[in-house]
């Protein structure tokens, strides 16, 4: 009998950036190989799935360690920041299911949070080139962070920004060093794959592995419509999502603690970007 995703309480969504939001992987990818050539290096394609998820400092010791001393890292990631740019400039990408998840998370009253391993000055203006900027209580970059994914730090702060326990937040990532830094933290990990399949290490830190974030919505939606809340919100659906239209109809049992009541903040709102 289907018994829904959640173990416990839920007070907040933390929502990796690249490749779980933003159908950015493909590009960094294609820039990625694009660069290399420029620079006159090749590299067998799939090692680059080894590089999904990381900041670039930790890039650059992995480039390294696979290409020799001799791999002219600063060379390379200036062309390969020049093409990103020139790819990017094309428009930016929703994940599918990215909008609706949103509003159903809105709908339903609960915080919202990224954590990513972009720079703060590549998260925020992805975030605003894609309309999503102000939809988020905290951003969390690698610049707000000691230590980037697969360390739990960037998680941690997260959950610390919407004022909420780790243990009470799902975590929406896409790649293994970002479900290793989730499960590390704390969090609920959910797997949604981009473009390189889990292992079994992978799909053993995670609650579950979901196709696209419809999926997610569907799942939380007939978690919360089973009992995880009470008294009906007085809110109108928006949208024709099925699961958006569920969602409006509940009220989240556990939030009724002034305790465990999420702040929104304001700070993620005027971050330097």
Known sequence: MRTGLLPRSLGAVIIDLDGTLLDTEETYRLAFFQALEQTGWAMHPA???????????LRRQLLRALLGPGF???????????????????????????????????????????ATSASRL????????????????????????????????????????????????????????????????????????DRVPPSEPTRARCLA????????????AFCFAGG???????????GSTRARETATHWQIASRTSATDAPTILSNARGRNT
């Open 47 to 57: 090692r680059y799935d080894d590089l999904v998820g990381l900041a670039t400092p």
């Open 72 to 114: 002219p890292t600063d060379r390379f990631f200036a062309t390969y920041y020049d093409r990103r740019a020139a790819l990017i400039a094309a428009g930016i990408r929703l994940k599918p299911g990215a909008n609706a998840l949103l509003d159903w998370l809105d709908a339903a009253g609960l915080p919202k949070a990224i």
């Open 122 to 193: 590549t998260a925020h203006r992805h975030l605003a080139a894609a309309g999503l900027l102000r939809r988020f209580e905290a951003i969390v970059t690698r610049d707000d962070v000691a230590n980037c994914k697969p360390s739990p730090d960037s998680f941690i702060r997260a959950a610390e920004g919407l004022d909420m326990r780790p243990a009470r937040c799902l975590a929406l990532e896409d790649s293994h060093h970002g479900i290793v830094a989730a499960s590390e933290a704390g969090t609920m990990p959910v797997l949604i794959p």
């Open 209 to 220: 592995v979901l196709p696209d974030l419809a999926a997610v919505t569907a799942e939380l």
């Open 228 to 238: 995880a809340l009470e008294k009906p919100l007085d809110v109108a659906p928006s």
